[in-house]
């Protein structure tokens, strides 16, 4: 694969100098590329060779660093030719697609429901249970959707359209009947909801942040002279973050007093009251998240890279590098150990956090750029979209992938196949057992 290309190489140099008897992990990246390599016409053998790697990683005695990539890449390559749509030319995990660009994913209060937008002007919503059924159209319009937000408690969807207002949508079939804002025409840079609160933040064309309510007076909390991509707010003290155009990181601290914060004097003046900038240098900020901890954001940028900011001291951690463009959508799973990005190279990346060494898993299956991603409530799954139009879902663990194999095979690796793929001085085991 294109993204995997320099892993490859190094590999295939260790093989070249492997002995006779081989390390287990040596067998099981050599089994991981067999498998990789195998053509599609033949999707029992390549995924029979796939699982067999699987068992004998699992078995433990494996270098980790990157033999879990090379695992992962080939039950899920495998698995691409078991149940392939023909007829539709759907591999297993394209869901379906919009009629243009999907511009965004999210999850309301029910874990087997998600949305997405595009710039089709329409936001469906998807059963996760039922990956090919015709999903619902719950907001139409001729108008660009940029992106869409979900308040906390799952119960309205925010539209936030491009160069235009938002649409305020109601998840349930009957709403309540204090949401009485349905669509605000004020034009805006971006905008989120108030966690815990019936409230919204926006991002005025001309710099206001201005908090608005259901029932409530609208209130500007802050001004910006910066183009903001997107707004954060931190769930445990209120303090909004905005990642901007000119690659500075603005927040406003409550009590909210409104500031400007012109660009040629944020290093000089970088906290006055509640506001304070920092730049992170000249890439465009274009994502973040805040961790399930609430100690650490998380920002993408566009060189490419990864921000990973320390929240109580104000202060950077460390920088992840790989993406090999723009990262334009961020989410950490809900334990917070792992770390979702998506790029326009392409591809989207699972990080795990709790080991720097690590190399990501890469889902690199859409065709164009990859604008958006989501984990699942329980963290097991990964749903992105892209410029392709398809919406693909993902398993996080690979023992899915390697499950569904012996499901949908009813054979194992013959011992001719045993002997051509493992290795004659390995002793022969029925790779489905069960």
Known sequence: MRSLLTTTLLILSIYSNAQKNPTTTELVMSMSQRSLVMPGYLPDLKALIARQAYEFWKEGNVEPYVSHLNVYQALYEANKYLGYD???????????????????????????????????????????????????????????????????????????????????????????????????????????????????????????????????????????????????????????????????????????????????????????????????????????????????????????????????KKQLIRIISGHQSTVTDIQFNPKGDLLLTTSRDGTARIWDLTDSRKLPIILDDHDEWVFTGSFNPSGTQVITGGGDEYIRTWPVDPSYLAFRICAMINRNLTQEEWDEFVGRDIPYSMTCSD
């Open 86 to 312: 023909s007829v539709r030319n759907m591999a297993y995990n394209q869901v379906g697609m919009h009629s243009n660009t999907v511009t965004s994913v999210v999850f309301g209060s029910d874990p087997n429901f998600y949305y997405s937008s595009s710039t089709d002007g329409k936001v469906l919503k998807w059963d996760l249970t039922s990956p090919r059924s015709i999903p619902e159209t719950i907001y139409e319009s001729d108008k660009i959707v940029q992106s869409i937000e979900m308040s906390n408690d799952g119960k309205v969807l925010m539209a936030i359209l491009y160069q235009e207002g938002l649409a305020l949508i109601s998840t349930e079939k009957n709403p309540h009947e204090d949401i009485k804002v349905l669509e605000d025409p004020q034009p805006v840079q971006t905008a989120t909801f108030i966690p815990g609160e019936r409230k919204y933040l926006t991002v005025a064309k001309s710099g206001e942040l201005i908090l608005k309510g259901f029932n409530t007076k609208s209130e500007q909390v802050g001004k910006t002279a910066l183009k903001i991509n997107q707004l954060k707010v931190d769930e445990q003290d209120g303090t909004i973050y905005a990642g901007t155009e000119e690659g500075v990181l603005e927040a406003w601290e409550k009590p909210y007093q409104v500031k400007e914060s012109p660009i040629e004097d944020i290093m000089e003046n970088w906290r006055q009251q509640s506001y304070f900038g920092y730049k992170l240098g000249s890439f465009s900020i274009n994502c973040l998240d805040i961790s399930p901890s609430g100690d650490i954001l998380a920002i993408g940028r566009d060189r490419g890279d990864i921000v990973l900011w320390d929240i109580p």
